[in-house]
């Protein structure tokens, strides 16, 4: 029982705290609203609960047979996330729009997962923290899957709470295009490490 508590609250921390999926729910909850951000808020989950499947079923082996792999996955998915601040940097509306200006959609969030530095190291740090080698594997992973699903939708939540709560505030156009290139430099400063550490192995 200690053992699932712990689980929990790892869980609980790794989802709730500041990261890229936080950040843009955030930004599209006060940019469109809660109930047209909620796609991307369950493709964020859903998806995340998906790798991490994934990951405890042998996925991650792959980085051992081609450490490469992993290089490219982290400069892609710097180089996605500068994307990403560069748009709500340069939007007044929201964190990815088109000629009728959608948020990000289900799909997207949940692909979103796979160049996502920081849902990478906690995916691999859950496995890695709360499995052992016995024959009881399988299980373990889908307790941790299960749990991060349940746990991650109201952690979530609470950034996207935030952000409707601030479209109430953000009623001028100069007031929403603040607060996107505030946001824009948080999602780099979310980047930094991975970025410094991806130059760091280039160079």
């Known amino acids: 029982m200690e053992h699932f508590f ?7 921390s790794a989802s709730i705290t500041p990261g890229p999926n936080n ?12 109930k047209r951000t909620l796609p991307l808020l369950t493709g964020i989950c859903i998806g995340f609960t998906l790798m991490l499947l994934l990951v405890g079923l042998g996925f991650s082996t792959l980085f051992e047979q081609f450490p490469s792999l992993h290089l490219i996955i982290k400069c892609v998915g710097v180089a996605y996330l500068l994307y990403l601040a560069w748009l709500i940097a340069h939007s007044q509306q929201g964190v990815e729009q088109d000629e009728k200006g959608k948020p990000l959609s289900f799909i997207k969030g949940a692909l979103f997962q796979w160049v996502n530095a920081k849902a990478w190291i906690v995916a691999t740090g859950a496995i890695a923290a709360f499995t052992s080698g016995s024959e009881k594997f399988l299980p373990q992973v889908m307790t941790i899957a299960g749990t991060f699903f349940v746990v991650s939708f109201p952690c979530v939540a609470v ?8 479209q109430r505030a953000l009623t001028t156009t100069e007031s929403r295009k603040r607060f996107n290139v505030a946001m824009s430099l948080l999602l780099v400063v979310s980047v930094f490490p991975v970025a410094r550490e991806v130059i760091e192995t280039l160079l």
């Open 6 to 12: 712990a689980i929990i609250l790892f869980a609980i």
């Open 23 to 34: 950040i843009m729910v955030m930004t599209s909850g006060a940019n469109f609203g809660a």
């Open 159 to 166: 950034w996207l709470l935030f952000g409707s709560m601030l």
